[in-house]
């Protein structure tokens, strides 16, 4: 892979499996050095930061609960301090419920709340005075926003509502030359993904896409290395999605 990320620094929160853990391979891959963000499992991203070391790329393993602010701005100062600047963020970390609007626990709606919506607004936030001039910054949110899919009630929403986070951060970043953009995946074969959901509810989403299958998760790292290249300048708070045509 062409080496067009060099000198940059990237952090991927929620990075130690996953859509996170292949976009931090990949960013590293295109010569960025990478902060592998994790909440509570060390072994795994230490595993993800191992594999970009032994190919000659730069990482740090970061652990830190994005869905608090403390935690965050810790997050920023250990990453300023390892490489002096931060150029690229992907808001990534995320969890998955699995459940009809009637079914949802108030404990459960506060957690999805705290992990999907309030740790990418205090990522922007803390991003609006870390990030570096002409900066990159890609939200991952969910196809399902555009879908009416039962049992994804709380969730939808939770990825609705940081997908215009995103866009008004691009709209106030603009003047800097940041770019702010969301992907939205399809269904993608990962543990979140498979979750509660039973083979043949997996045969009926890969069905619903144009290409017939679901998304696998270098579709997804593809997709953000164009929107922090240098290529994707003119790319600024767009909602994109990355679904194999399911809408």
């Not at 459960?108 to 309030?118: G, H, L, P």
């Not at 896409?209 to 997804?220: F, K, Q, S, Y």
Request: hydrophobic share 45%; glycine share 8%; with cysteine.
């Amino acid at each position: 892979m062409t080496q067009t990320l060099r000198g940059k620094t990237a952090i991927v929160t929620g990075s130690s499996r996953g859509i996170g853990a292949q976009i931090a391979l990949t960013l590293a891959q295109a010569g960025a050095a990478v902060a592998v963000n994790y909440s509570k499992d060390k072994l795994a991203a230490d595993k993800v930061c191992a594999t970009i070391l032994e190919s000659g790329g730069h990482c740090l393993a970061v652990q830190g609960d994005v869905s608090k602010p403390a935690e965050v701005k810790k997050l920023f100062a250990t990453v300023c301090e390892q490489f002096k600047q931060i150029d690229i963020l992907v808001n990534n970390a995320g969890i998955l419920l699995f459940k009809e609007i009637t079914e949802i626990q108030d404990d459960e709606f506060d957690r999805i709340v705290d992990v999907n919506f309030k740790s990418v607004f205090y990522m922007l936030r803390e991003a609006a005075a870390k990030l570096a001039d002409h900066g990159r910054v890609v939200t991952i949110s969910s196809t399902v926003t555009r879908l009416m899919l039962p049992k994804y009630g709380a969730y939808a929403a939770t990825k609705a509502a940081v997908e215009q986070l995103t866009r008004i951060f691009a709209r106030e970043m603009g003047k800097r030359g940041i770019t702010a953009n969301n992907i939205l995946p399809g269904p993608v074969d990962t543990e979140l993904f498979r979750a509660g959901k039973t083979a043949a509810d997996i045969e009926r989403m890969a069905e619903m896409a144009a290409l017939g299958r679901i998304g696998n998760t270098n579709d997804i790292a593809q997709a953000v290395l164009f929107l922090v290249s240098e290529e994707a300048r003119w790319v600024t708070g767009q909602n994109i999605g990355v679904n194999g045509g399911i809408i």
